[in-house]
């Protein structure tokens, strides 16, 4: 139980491409979403949470015109990287956790993004 | 502010060595959650285990074994006779206890275990 899927993996795109990234809860509702980035051997670092139907809620730093949540069901949301730039180049992991019972939250297997 | 340090970056072992993963937090929250991940070369994240604040009692599952100290502010990990196939990153994270919404993960900068045969 508690699979979260992760599409696509991998993503390879010309600088100025918009790029979206979606995270499924497959067999359970996910009240919350988190989307995170890592950089090569660095730690994950929380970009912003979104609860189903409400705005997400970014970080310190992180431009939300420039990466855009939207969490419009219990088991989607999505990150779209838009007009991408090789900085924005790296490991983007979400995670979600259920609104039932007191549970943790469980990832998908990450997204690597690479703009040329 | 809540804050998770792992001080070792990296550490080598031989298989059926037993290893030791150090984490040290800060928190100024009375009840927390402790977790420990493991993200192999493929990259996902795989959840190995949730500790609550109210719950010392170390925990053994398997070849892992956790030792949670709230006197020293530590929850340690150890792999007893390591195998290759738990060669990974291993990330100890703290979060507030909370029943609904956020649950924010602070994560530590990670433990690369490398184990060889």
């Known amino acids: 139980g508690a699979v979260v899927s992760q599409h696509p993996s991998r993503v390879i795109c010309k600088s100025g491409t918009s790029v979206k990234i979606e995270c499924r809860s497959l067999d359970f509702q996910a009240t919350t979403m988190f989307w995170y980035r890592q950089f090569p051997k660095q730690s994950l670092m929380l970009m912003a949470t979104s609860n189903e139907g409400s705005k997400a809620t970014y970080e310190q730093g992180v431009e939300k015109d420039k990466f855009l949540i939207n969490h419009a069901s219990l088991t989607l949301s999505t990150l779209t990287v838009t007009s991408a730039h090789p900085e924005d180049s790296s490991f983007y992991i979400c995670s979600a956790r259920s609104g039932v019972g007191n549970q943790p939250q469980h990832f998908g297997d990450g997204t690597r993004l690479s703009i040329l | 502010a809540q804050k998770v340090t792992q001080a070792q970056t990296e550490i080598s072992v031989v298989e059926k060595e037993d290893v030791t993963l150090d984490c040290v937090y800060e928190t100024r929250d009375t009840t927390y959650y402790l977790f420990w991940y493991k993200q192999p070369p493929s990259g996902e994240l795989v959840f190995l285990i949730r500790?609550?604040?109210?719950?010392?009692q170390n925990e053994i599952s398997g070849r892992y074994s956790w030792n949670f100290q709230k006197s020293t502010s530590s929850f340690n990990f150890t792999i007893t006779a390591s195998q290759v196939v738990d060669s990974a990153v291993y990330f100890c994270a703290l979060s507030e206890a909370r029943n609904t919404g956020f649950q924010k993960l602070v994560f530590g900068t990670g433990t690369r275990l490398l184990v060889s045969p």
């Open positions: 500790r609550n604040s109210f719950d010392e």
